[in-house]
């Protein structure tokens, strides 16, 4: 797993030349986001789409 701050100059390196700040933090946003996810699915915090289903359809 990389640090905040590598994966910060990946985030930093894939941008384009001319970007705005809203762009840069949706891209922080983004990968934040995604990284919590996988570590949900990894430490089995999730749930099933029949369960889900179920539940939405009472």
Do not use: N
Not at 20 to 38: A, F, H, N
Not at 40 to 55: K, L, N, P, S
């Amino acid at each position: 797993m990389s640090t905040v701050r590598e994966s910060l100059m990946e985030i930093a390196a894939q941008l384009p030349e001319q970007c705005t700040w809203d762009e840069v933090m949706y891209q922080i946003y983004v990968r934040q986001k995604i990284e919590s996810g996988l570590t949900d699915v990894a430490e089995g915090r999730t749930t099933d789409h029949d369960a889900v289903f179920e539940e939405y359809s009472r």
